[in-house]
């Protein structure tokens, strides 16, 4: 079977090596030149994890190939995913422009009956929408070919993306009939061995749930978030609440650590489209109002806490940040809370030495030269009066806190303890945790 996927991003190029690398033959598509002229070279637009090794592997091989022709990649494909961006757009509704376009193309150019999926993220209705696009494009050319629009919405994490392409704990495929699912069944098939399963539902059903999961996850973010600002206030320590209240099954113990707010290309746009697709149904979501709200809030809630530290005089002060990126592992800033903690401090007069372990070139776009770049850890904290910890990589857990000069670290991840801190003589602010007096 031979797959197109058009959008070579975090979900184009995952879904196009990985499908390669169980044996489809897949062209990866993008309207970027320079990006799939660079992938031709064996260089990645991303950093993934074991991204890298299938995408030389597969190329190698000849089934993973890239290209920026829909018109020669389309003729004879039996699929063709739909991966571009989907970006808030002014009002937060999810940006269809390169989704409809991306289908209008494909129908100027399928010659052979297709299905045709959408994996962006996209708004109940989008399915409509694409199939009138392609529709309509045939129609310009006066050709009548089968074809089917489906929906399979995708559920990678970024940072562990290949994993969870290879080992999902499930498929969403949203169909209208049997021949579209019985072409997806087959596809997905060797991603199944490990017995989780394909949930076939209605198209509708299916750009629901994606935004349905990512609302829950913000959402658990935000309440825990929430739930860390009163433990400080009460003298409560949030990780033993958090411990606590995870060992409830009902509640579960994953993804309820508290932090400096969610961000990423995700989450904040999902939240946002969903509670415009509400308004658009004259329905307020206000939960999920909420877990926006708080959630811009906790992004101020470092600087706040350095500023107070500070007593507000931050004028010749130094701040190491230890990471950049959203999370660890990927080296994506979109929305990244450490560039509204840079912006805060460098307004109110501070200066900023920053590591992170791959996100340099990436914020590098975003700060230029407004703070200094460091070569690890350990030469970002060199002067500076204080450490924050913004992003929770690996090789951050354990630094050898001889070799920190600051007498007050921010940690914005809970990942150290007071103790260990205290014992090395640096004050320790963590979130939800028992402040310093
Ligand atoms: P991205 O910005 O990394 O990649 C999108 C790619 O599409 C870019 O390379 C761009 O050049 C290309 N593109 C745009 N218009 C095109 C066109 N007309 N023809 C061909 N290529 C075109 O985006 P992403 O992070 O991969 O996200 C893609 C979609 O998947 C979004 O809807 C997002 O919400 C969703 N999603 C993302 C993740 C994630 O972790 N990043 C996870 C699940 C779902």
Not at 158 to 187: H, T
Not at 202 to 209: C, F, L
Request: net charge negative; with cysteine; proline share 4%.
């Amino acid at each position: 079977m031979k797959v197109v996927v058009v959008g070579t991003g975090y979900v184009g190029l995952v879904t196009g090596a990985c499908l390669a690398e169980v044996g489809t033959d897949v062209v990866c598509v993008d309207v970027d030149a320079a990006k799939i002229s660079r992938l031709e070279e064996g260089i990645l637009p991303i950093y993934e994890p074991g991204l890298e090794e299938i995408v030389t592997r597969n190329f190698k091989n000849g089934r993973l190939k890239f290209s920026t022709s829909l018109e020669f990649s389309i003729p004879d494909a039996a699929v063709a995913f739909i991966a571009v961006g989907t970006p808030p757009g002014e009002d937060g509704s999810a940006d269809l422009r390169y989704v409809l376009q991306v289908a209008r193309e494909i129908g100027h150019h399928m010659t052979a009956p297709l299905v045709i999926v959408t994996k962006s993220t996209v708004p109940v209705g989008t399915a409509v929408k694409v199939n009138r696009a392609v529709k309509e494009a045939l129609q310009d050319r006066s050709a009548s070919i089968d074809y089917d629009v489906a929906s399979n919405p995708e559920f990678l994490k970024e940072g562990a993306a290949v994993a969870d392409f290879m080992k999902p704990d499930r498929i969403v495929v949203g169909v209208n009939n049997d021949r579209a699912a019985k072409v997806l069944e087959a596809l997905y098939a060797p991603f199944l061995l490990n017995g989780h399963p394909i949930l076939f539902m209605d198209v509708a059903s299916a750009e629901m749930t994606k935004y349905a999961a990512n609302a829950m996850l913000a959402t658990k973010i935000s309440f825990m978030n929430d739930i860390a600002g009163l433990c400080e206030l009460v003298g409560a320590d949030v990780n033993k609440v958090r411990k606590g209240i995870g060992s409830d099954p009902r509640i579960g113990s994953r993804f309820i650590y508290p932090g400096i707010g969610y961000g990423g290309s995700c989450f904040p746009k999902d939240v946002k489209a969903l509670i415009r697709t509400g308004l658009e149904y004259d329905r307020r979501l206000r939960i999920l109002e909420a877990v926006e709200a708080v959630n811009d809030d906790q992004k101020k809630v470092m600087f706040d806490k350095i500023f107070r530290h500070f007593d507000g005089q931050l004028k010749n002060k130094t701040i190491a940040l230890w990471g950049l990126s959203f999370k660890p592992n990927t080296d994506d800033m979109r929305e990244a809370p450490s560039l509204v903690l840079v912006a805060s401090l460098l307004e109110a007069g501070a200066s900023v030495r920053v590591f992170d372990p791959v996100a340099m070139h990436e914020a590098q776009k975003a700060l230029g030269d407004a703070v200094e770049w460091c070569s690890d850890l350990y030469h970002a904290a060199e002067g500076a009066d204080a450490v924050a910890l913004v992003t929770e990589w690996n090789e951050f857990r354990l630094p050898d806190w001889k070799r920190i000069g600051a007498r007050v670290l921010f940690d914005g991840r809970n990942i150290y303890d007071d103790v260990t801190l205290h014992k090395n003589g640096i004050t320790y602010y963590g979130i939800g945790t028992i402040q310093p007096s």
